[in-house]
């Protein structure tokens, strides 16, 4: 854990807020008393610079604000692994996907390596990769699962190396003073000791290359990978996740170790059930082809249908089908129009998800925003805590998110919260220690954040 702590320009905002509503200036005697701390460390605070892990969280709770909230993640903090995201599918209500487990587990037996998951944002790549983390058939023999999740400020191969090092040797000024040695220690450390390594998210480290594809920002990552696909005995594998397909590695000359997996969405009753297990059950054959409806038009996308079932789930419609389709059914007969359009002959002989891609992404979007819209009309307490939390990229638990409306009365706070709970907005998450944390999908939170301007003005 890191010894010394700093507020981020954010955080000082909300401690400012929360001193000024008990009417405290910024160094208040009773602060001082109540935190037990010198005015030097409360200046130091305000400034900000780093103060003892100890001193910022008590100043945090003596005006009741979640430390948490208040801290900002240190750049390269060796304990930064905390931070680092477990990808956790406990929670999760898992359907379907067999073809793809199979051909997976197949290829990852084998001598398969390296295993890219591409597809569109919420279309399941990390849910398929969190799967992959507990199949006995390869946690028997890749008995540590490590996952590096690149959804943060500034995302690097630090963030590998730490993961796979131990803190100390990560951290020792030779290797990071020399990538090479680096990408060499990491890879050792792989083959040595054979583990499953997801790399979630990697299209953030992604550029375009001006020829339609994409290539590394930094080339440390494609020296890994090509490395790590040449080196011989290697028992270690590695899952990417990415919305792009990965640059062609050690100039294609290990293309049996390594496969692609093009994700599109989840089959039509597989999409059934998991609208089963969000408890959107239809209770006859009509309410059965509404969903079936906004299936198709979603392509089986299960972040886009998991924003409709919170939708029925909620008030006023409270899990009934007909009562939601009568008030927005012809959105989705809007967009079926769209489609028949965009394919007059109907041929239905060919997969989708390819054609449409580029719609099927904007339609996506469409639908978080319209259902942030409605969620925010409907409570706009609950709009401006989805708004606060995107600010985060990190999961919070339940108190940190209250805290983010603190000047709210409590009971409003906790009736927000669990309002973007029962309609699916934030994702459980199991965070260092066994806390439970809340994150929301990355699409989800750029949509909460494209709002937040407008929020603010209101
Ligand atoms: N096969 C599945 N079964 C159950 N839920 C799924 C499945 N695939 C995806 N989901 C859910 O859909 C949402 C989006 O999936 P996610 O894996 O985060 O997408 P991506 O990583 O492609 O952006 C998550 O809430 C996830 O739990
Ligand atoms: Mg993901």
Sequence with gaps: MADTLKASPHGLELIDRARRRLGWNKTSPVWLDKANVSQATLNRFWKPTSIRRECFISICDAVGVDWQVIAEMPEIDPNALDAIPDLDCSGMRWVGREGAIATLLTQLKGDCRLVSVVGISGIGKTALAARLMVEPQLTQTLREQIAVNFDCESPSFAMVARSLLSETTAETEELQRDPALLVGSAITRLREKPCLLVLDMVEVLLEPDGEGGHRFKESIFEQFLTGFLRSNGMMSRIIITSQYQLPVLAEGRYLARSHQCRLSGLDPSNALKLFQKWEVSPRSEIEQQYLERAIAVYEGHPLALRAIAGEILAFPYH???????????????????????????????????????????????????????????????????????????????????????????EEDQQKAFDTLLRRFFLEPEIIGNQRLGYRLHSLIRCVALDYLPQLEEE
């Excluded at 359009?341 to 041929?347: F, K, N, S, T, V």
């Excluded at 998800?353 to 409605?374: A, Q």
């Excluded at 989805?386 to 999961?395: E, K, W």
């Design 319 to 409: 899990s009934n089908i007909s009562l939601y389709w009568s008030e927005f059914g012809a959105e989705i007969e809007a967009v079926e129009k769209m489609k028949q359009a965009a394919d007059p002959d109907g041929r239905d002989d060919q997969p989708k998800i390819d054609r449409y891609s580029l719609t099927l992404r904007d339609l996506v979007k469409k639908r978080i925003e319209t259902t942030f819209e409605r969620l925010y009309q409907a409570y706009p307490l609950a709009g401006i805590l989805l708004c606060m939390g995107a600010v985060s990229r990190h999961p919070l638990e339940r108190q940190g998110w209250l805290t983010l409306i603190f000047d709210s009365p």
